[in-house]
T-cell receptor
């Protein structure tokens, strides 16, 4: 079975500061990993994904994440926060265990201060 | 616009009632997923259909059922509703079988009074 743990339900940064959102996963088989963003009153949209290959993955809006198998982590970073980055971010894991379930973490709400 | 359409957007009903939520996936997507989002439970996976067949099941209550029709749209049926079923129900579709991006609809907000 897969699971996802996002450390910190709320993260607050100043505009221009580094954004770091933490995600650890558990999977009995090689996982596929995702970060999604949810703006108020909207559905989730994909920021980036790791399937195979290069462990540093670049996504939209300047976000990137690094898959570290030894640490079972997939932390999301952005060098410089913008006010428009304020949203809720979800880490997700999917794996083939006979069927696919994409399991989401509890989410981290990012606040960006001017 | 993700291309996934969910109806209705808002629904208010009473305990004990039954409702049906509808989802039209993106054109050509064979996979449909249903999720329940609530403040206390977060985003919970309910069920996955691929080309009309149920392929994975999550924490879906026995009072809930779903199906995917030949035209690939899907319906989530919720019966004997309880106050705790109040939540945002999302449908997502995918072109692939599990490994790809999920495209989410805007959700159906269910309020049970």
């Amino acid at each position: 079975a897969q699971s996802v743990t996002q450390l910190g339900s709320h993260v607050s940064v100043s505009e221009g500061a580094l954004v770091l959102l933490r995600c650890n996963y558990s999977s009995s088989v090689p996982p596929y990993l995702f970060w999604y963003v949810q703006y108020p009153n909207q559905g989730l949209q994909l920021l980036l994904k790791y399937t195979t290959g290069a462990t540093l993955v670049k996504g939209i809006n300047g976000f990137e994440a690094e898959f570290k198998k030894s640490e079972t982590s997939f932390h999301l970073t952005k060098p410089s926060a913008h006010m428009s980055d304020a949203a809720e971010y979800f880490c997700a894991v999917s794996a083939n265990t006979g069927g696919f379930k994409t399991i989401f973490g509890a989410g981290t709400r990012l606040f960006v201060k001017a | 616009d993700s291309g996934v359409t969910q109806t209705p957007k808002h629904l208010i009903t009473a305990t004990g009632q039954r409702v049906t939520l509808r989802c039209s996936p993106r054109s050509g997507d064979l996979s449909v997923y249903w999720y329940q989002q609530s403040l206390d439970q977060g985003l919970q996976f309910l069920i996955h259909y691929y080309n009309g067949e149920e392929r994975a099941k999550g924490n879906i209550l026995e009072r809930f059922s779903a199906q995917q029709f030949p035209d690939l749209h899907s319906e989530l049926n919720l019966s004997s509703l309880e106050l705790g079923d109040s939540a945002l129900y999302f449908c997502a579709s995918s072109a692939t079988f599990g490994t790809g991006e999920l495209f989410f609809g805007e959700g159906s907000r269910l309020t049970v009074l």
